[in-house]
């Protein structure tokens, strides 16, 4: 799995998308700074947050699809089968 979004996904990426920093990523989901970063490095997760990657700076699709379907696969709930996973 690689850190950075695919052209697929680029493409993807609605018009009202917002790009921000990690710093007002963590802001909006009310968790470190560190956190953020920690959760963007494939290297230390198999699910990456979904992000462009210019560079060493990384910046997130707000209101995006692909966030919110990353966001959506956090979510802990009632509507989770014992394996994870959502009922089809």
């Known amino acids: 799995m690689g850190s950075a979004l695919t052209m697929r996904e680029v493409e993807a990426v609605e018009i ?3 790009v921000i920093n990690s710093a007002e990523l963590a802001k909006r989901l009310g968790v470190p700074e560190s956190w953020v ?3 963007s490095n494939p290297k ?3 699910d ?3 992000h462009y990657k210019l560079g060493r ?3 997130f699709p707000w209101g995006s699809s692909v966030l919110r379907e990353w966001l959506d696969r956090q979510l802990v709930g009632a509507n989770r089968n014992r394996s994870g996973r959502r009922p089809e």
């Open 44 to 46: 230390r997760t198999s």
């Open 16 to 18: 009202e998308t917002e």
């Open 48 to 50: 990456p947050i979904p």
């Open 57 to 59: 700076y990384i910046n």
């Open 37 to 39: 970063r920690s959760r």
